[in-house]
């Protein structure tokens, strides 16, 4: 590598072992099931801000977003 970026040094000095897998070794990062599911909540909350239709299991983090937005006196535009 040419460069290195904040967080490739922050896992340098957080774990040399991980820093060598991660950006010599090439091998991709283990995702856990929660980082998928958040990925996928965040999936289907731009999907409402872009007003598409979500996927009803993620009913109530819309609902949270909303009471949010109105609790701080914001819209989406």
């Known amino acids: 590598r ?3 970026s904040v967080s490739s040094v922050e896992t340098f ?13 090439g091998l991709p990062p283990k995702v856990s099931p929660a980082v998928d599911y958040g990925k996928w909540v ?7 801000t872009r007003g598409e ?5 993620a009913a109530p983090f819309v609902e ?3 009471q949010f937005l109105e609790k701080k006196g ?3 535009l």
């Open 2 to 4: 040419d460069y290195e």
């Open 53 to 57: 239709d979500i996927h009803p299991d």
């Open 74 to 76: 914001l819209k989406i």
């Open 13 to 25: 000095l957080t774990c040399p072992r991980a820093y060598y897998l991660s950006y010599v070794a």
């Open 42 to 48: 965040h999936k289907e909350l731009e999907r409402f």
């Open 64 to 66: 949270a977003l909303k």
